[in-house]
T-cell receptor
Framework: GEDVEQSLFLSVREGDSSVINCTYT??????LYWYKQEPGAGLQLLTY?????DMKQDQRLTVLLNKKDKHLSLRIADTQTGDSAIYFC????????????FGTGTKLQVIP | GAVVSQHPSRVICKSGTSVKIECRSL??????MFWYRQFPKQSLMLMAT?????????EQGVEKDKFLINHASLTLSTLTVTSAHPEDSSFYIC??????????????FGPGTRLTVL
């Protein structure tokens, strides 16, 4: 089955860049996602990248995809305190119904 | 934007009782809804896929008689935790996939329900 791994915790200072890393196992995934979960809340889709792309940029967010190493990263430029949250990478899972397998989540702490 | 609500947001119950959690898509129709359970160390586990008008599809290891799912309409799915025990205490999150789906990964998540079983 699909397996998606992330480091559990990242701490950065306000204004610095944050890089959250993820490794996945299913090389046939057509796209990969990044979700954000703020404290006590549900998940919000931040961005996604198609597997035929190496990079996608969306304002302060940059997603890098290394298909050879099955490695995905999310870079947040000029990190703000409002970026403090848990970030999940995810890939489509088998079984239909557009199911998604989530990574273990990385808790980002932004220090003022 | 699309909004998914959950009710209640927080519930405390005694061991042995049943608890019903509602998931509603407020401004769109959702043929498919998903129920997740989030453990203290953050990981999100898919419990079941709920389809309007048919039986839910449960993930391996999830007891269907313990976690009853009903998707009676295109805007409402319910999860009932029957005969709850302290180990069922968790954060339960639903998501809804619009019937007229958007781009990849289009699922809208509810804010979650914190269940505490005493």
């Amino acid at each position: 089955g699909e397996d998606v791994e992330q480091s559990l915790f990242l701490s950065v200072r306000e204004g610095d860049s944050s890089v959250i890393n993820c490794t996945y196992t299913d090389s046939s995934s057509t796209y990969l996602y990044w979700y954000k979960q703020e404290p006590g809340a549900g998940l919000q889709l931040l961005t996604y990248i198609f597997s035929n792309m190496d990079m996608k940029q969306d304002q302060r967010l940059t997603v890098l995809l290394n298909k050879k190493d099955k490695h995905l990263s999310l870079r947040i430029a000029d990190t703000q305190t409002g970026d403090s949250a848990i970030y999940f990478c995810a890939e489509p899972s088998s079984g239909g119904y557009q199911k998604v397998t989530f990574g273990t989540g990385t808790k980002l702490q932004v220090i003022p | 934007g699309a909004v998914v609500s959950q009710h209640p947001s927080r519930v405390i119950c005694k061991s042995g009782t049943s608890v019903k959690i509602e998931c509603r898509s407020l401004d769109f129709q959702a043929t498919t809804m998903f129920w997740y359970r989030q453990f203290p160390k953050q990981s999100l586990m898919l419990m079941a896929t709920s389809n309007e008008g048919s039986k839910a599809t449960y993930e391996q290891g999830v007891e269907k008689d313990k976690f009853l799912i009903n998707h009676a309409s295109l805007t409402l799915s319910t999860l009932t935790v029957t005969s709850a025990h302290p180990e069922d205490s968790s954060f339960y999150i639903c998501s809804a996939r619009p019937s007229l789906a958007g781009g990849p990964g289009t699922q809208y998540f509810g804010p979650g329900t914190r269940l505490t079983v005493l």
